[in-house]
């Protein structure tokens, strides 16, 4: 066999691992765990017995300059229909386009959930922003007694019983942390190429099903909805143990694991994101801004990925090509092989995201995108622009302390 025909073969082997042996990474049935109601009695709930029923819940949401989307996230938290005592924390992290008031003047015209609004200043030296916001939020929560924390961004819409049925399955499931990664927004044909992609590389680092597992090490959460209860983040000493985090979400859950909390993380049905990014340079922004940290900055670690990445996803339709046009018939069918089993692994997250399946060929474009971003990611490192987001560099920010077990 030819050269090529040899490396399309590997490329073959590695995807019948990845469909087998990755804990089924590509499935999308990691949804909210199945629970018994934590209260059944329509009849009494808001009232005063109900409440005591429902642990209390301070949801706690950093923002800077999100004057945008607030309009469409802010209400869905007032409007929660939560049995229990609960109440929101808006950290006004220094934002310049009135984030602050217009969240005052929602809560005041649509009533629902209490709301505080505050400021933590500008951060402290060794913090990225969001962590400094979230730090003060809870601190201004823990202040209150809450037994469970509902840390949410700034851009997510949640369902009226989105609350609620987060708090049923932890209890349910004796969990100090229930995650749901939210459903991006897939307007946009860039949009569409690119944010389901985004969700399916993230599985296939972070197999939910392993995450779930009791007794394995891998970690992992989708910082847009993490419920968390305060007396594992008191235990874990968040967030102060992962200060420097920019992928804060998967920091968390590693502390929270590591202190002896359970974890779970899924895909959402109750929550979604509405931020828009229409462009394929907004996009880019998004992945390239900490990529290389996901990387922990190491050289050698970017040319393991670059060539992991053009294996796995261009290697295939390279030796299809080759056996198409170049007469390299072993090369070919391989390569066609592996370009199918890489296709019907893609199907179930488009499905997921309610897109058209025939994206799923073009898996191999969108990777060699997310490719360029990591590239890209690595050299804003090196001029010393580090992680931009809102204004703010962070020019050597920690990355998740480890990779996930294998």
């Known amino acids: 066999m030819s050269a090529v025909a040899w490396i399309a073969m590997g490329s073959l082997a590695i995807w019948g691992w990845l469909l087998l042996g990755q804990g089924f990474f590509w499935r999308t049935d990691q949804r909210l765990p199945e629970h018994e109601p934590y209260h059944t009695d329509e ?103 809450p037994e469970y924390l509902l840390l949410t961004d700034a851009d997510i819409a949640h369902e009226p019983d989105s609350l609620r049925e987060l708090v049923a399955a932890a209890r349910a499931h004796d969990l100090d942390l229930v995650s749901q990664m939210a459903r991006l927004r897939v307007a946009s044909v860039w949009e569409k190429l690119v944010v389901p992609a985004f969700v399916y590389f993230f599985a296939q680092l ?24 305060t007396e594992a983040a008191v235990r874990a000493q968040v967030p102060e143990s992962i200060h420097q985090a920019v992928i804060d979400d998967v920091s968390l859950a590693r502390a929270v694991q590591r202190s002896g909390g359970r974890i779970w993380l899924g895909l959402a049905e109750r929550v979604d994101s509405v931020r828009p990014y229409p462009r394929l340079a907004d996009l880019w922004r998004m992945v390239s801004r900490s990529a290389y940290a996901q990387l ?51 199907i179930p997250m488009l499905r997921y995201y ?11 474009l969108t990777a060699s995108l997310y490719l360029l971003m990591t590239v890209d990611s690595a050299v804003q490192h090196y001029r010393g622009r580090g992680a931009a987001w809102k204004g703010r560099t962070y020019t050597r920010p920690q990355a998740a302390p480890e990779t996930p077990d294998r």
């Open 296 to 346: 922990r900055h190491n050289p050698l670690v970017l040319l393991g990925t670059v060539a992991g990445l053009a294996l796995i996803y261009l290697v295939p339709p390279v030796a299809l090509g080759a056996g198409v046009l170049g007469g390299d018939t072993a090369a070919g069918w391989l390569g066609f092989a592996a370009w199918a089993v890489m296709t019907g692994t893609y």
């Open 43 to 145: 009849d009494d709930e808001g009232t005063a017995e109900a409440r005591t029923r429902w642990p209390s819940v301070a949801v706690v949401v950093p923002a800077r300059d999100e004057a945008a989307v607030l309009p469409e996230s802010l209400p869905s938290l007032l409007a929660q229909t939560y049995p229990g005592e609960a109440e929101i924390f808006l950290i006004d992290d220094g934002s310049e386009d009135g984030t602050g008031g217009l969240a005052r003047e929602l809560s005041a015209r649509l009533g629902g959930l209490p709301l505080t609004v505050a400021s933590p200043g500008e951060p402290e030296p060794g913090w990225t922003g969001k962590l400094w916001a979230l730090r003060h939020g809870i601190a201004l929560a823990r202040a209150h007694g």
């Open 354 to 364: 309610r897109q058209s399946l025939w994206l799923a060929p073009l898996l191999p």
């Open 206 to 229: 972070y197999p939910f099903r392993w995450v779930n597992r009791p007794g394995r090490r891998t970690a992992a959460a989708a910082g847009g909805c993490v419920l968390l209860r």
